[in-house]
């Protein structure tokens, strides 16, 4: 029994303790880079489920995002341990994530109800200089009627 109570006391102090690494990335900027990465492999799946599997188009948008922030493949694994270990701190980071994509996402939506209400003003605009065209027309065959020519 003493024995099952101090193997059970010393779970605790043998579970895996992931150190800080030394080029700790700050929590903002993994919170841009986890956000530029879930849209790496959107764009990836994108491309999968219609029929182009590209590796070497998924390798240079991961290279692009290396040379953007500065890091690599190596120090994005140690932080990502670093942060996983911290279940607090990596809820902090997925939620500053899912709220940059859900702003892009917001972004988006206008941008196309935008392109959507500029389209409608100019059909609705050439409708308005179709009608202006034929009324002008009409009350200048009426004018001419009605109107004598003064010599």
Same mark, same amino acid.
């Given at each position: 029994m003493i024995l099952l109570i101090g193997l059970s006391g010393c779970y605790k102090n043998n579970e895996l303790q992931v150190i800080k690494p030394l080029d700790l990335i700050p929590k903002d900027q993994m919170v841009q880079i986890f956000t530029d990465m879930q849209l790496i492999e959107a764009t990836v799946e994108y491309d999968r489920m219609?029929?182009?599997?590209? *590796? =070497?188009?998924? *390798? &240079?948008?991961?290279?692009?995002? $290396? %040379? &953007?922030? &500065?890091?690599? #493949?190596? %120090? !994005?694994?140690?932080?990502?341990?670093?942060?996983?270990?911290?279940?607090?701190?990596?809820?902090?980071?997925y939620g500053g994530v899912l #709220? *940059?994509?859900?702003?892009?996402?917001?972004? =988006?939506? =206008?941008?196309?109800?935008?392109?959507?209400? !500029?389209? %409608?003003? *100019?059909?609705?605009?050439?409708? $308005? %200089?179709? $009608?202006q065209m034929g009324r002008s027309y009409r009350e200048d065959s009426i004018a001419h009627l009605y109107i004598k020519p003064v010599f």
């Open positions: 219609h029929g182009s599997d590209n *590796k =070497l188009m998924e *390798k &240079h948008y991961y290279q692009v995002l $290396f %040379q &953007h922030y &500065h890091v690599n #493949a190596r %120090q !994005i694994r140690r932080n990502l341990d670093y942060y996983n270990s911290r279940e607090e701190l990596m809820e902090s980071v #709220a *940059k994509l859900s702003k892009q996402q917001a972004v =988006l939506n =206008l941008e196309k109800t935008l392109r959507e209400a !500029i389209e %409608q003003s *100019k059909l609705r605009e050439k409708e $308005f %200089q179709r $009608f």
